[in-house]
C-alpha cells in the first residue's frame, strides 16, 4: 500500500509528476491519502477517473468531502459526529464504515446480476414484439396497419415491464450473503 499526505500530494497533482503518480498507484494495492485538503481529494478522484479510465468510488464522513464523492462515478457517504453533509451529496449512505462491506460485496453483486439479468429481458421483450409486428407485414402486405389496438400495446408493457422486474428484484438472490461475504472474489 501507499500513505501519501497532502503536502506531498499537492506536488504529485501537477501535471509532470501525475503519470509517474498513476503508474505508481497502479502497482499498490491501497492508496491512502491523509491530511488533503477537498479540492485534492476532488482532483485526484477526477485525476484517477479520467487519466485510468476506472470507475472510482469515494467514501466521506464529513463535510469536507462533498466534493470529492460528487466527483466520483459512486459515492457512499457515512453519517456520523461531522454531520450530513456527505451523506446528503453521496449516492447511498451508511450510518457506520463496517457496513461498506456489506454494500459493496453482497448488495453490489445482487444489483450487477439483477441489472444485467434485466437488460436481457428488456431485449427479449422487445424482440419478441418487433417480431410479431414484422411478420404481421408480410400478412397486411406492408401497409402499416397495427396489429393491436393501443390498450394491449399498453397492457402488454405494463405486465411485461413492471411486474417480473419487481418481482425479480426482490426475490432474486443467486448467491447467499453469507458466501458473498467469505468470496469476496466473486464481486
Excluded at 446528503?88 to 454494500?103: E, N, P, Y
Excluded at 399498453?154 to 411485461?160: P, S
Amino acid at each position: 500500500g501507499l500513505v501519501i499526505d497532502g503536502r506531498t500530494l499537492e506536488h504529485v497533482l501537477h501535471d509532470s509528476l501525475q503519470n509517474t503518480f498513476l503508474e505508481l498507484t497502479g502497482k499498490c494495492r491501497a492508496v491512502v491519502c491523509c491530511q488533503a485538503t477537498p479540492l485534492q481529494k476532488s482532483v485526484l478522484v477526477r485525476l484517477v477517473r479520467n487519466k485510468l479510465k476506472a470507475m472510482t468510488l469515494a467514501v466521506g464522513d464529513g463535510a469536507n468531502d462533498v466534493s470529492m464523492i460528487q466527483v466520483a462515478d459512486i459515492g457512499v457517504g457515512i453519517s456520523g459526529q461531522e454531520g450530513m453533509q456527505a451523506v446528503m451529496a453521496s449516492d447511498f449512505a451508511i450510518s457506520q464504515f463496517q457496513h461498506l462491506r456489506k454494500l459493496l460485496l453482497v448488495h453490489g453483486h445482487w444489483c450487477y446480476t439483477r441489472l444485467t439479468n434485466m437488460v436481457l429481458y428488456f431485449f427479449y421483450k422487445n424482440v419478441a414484439y418487433v417480431n410479431l409486428l414484422f411478420w404481421y407485414q408480410f400478412f397486411c402486405g406492408f401497409s402499416g396497419t397495427s396489429m393491436t389496438d393501443y390498450w394491449i400495446l399498453i397492457l402488454f408493457n405494463l405486465l411485461f415491464t413492471s411486474v417480473p422486474p419487481i418481482i425479480y428484484g426482490v426475490l432474486d438472490k443467486d448467491v447467499s450473503a453469507e458466501i458473498l461475504l467469505q468470496l469476496p472474489q466473486l464481486y
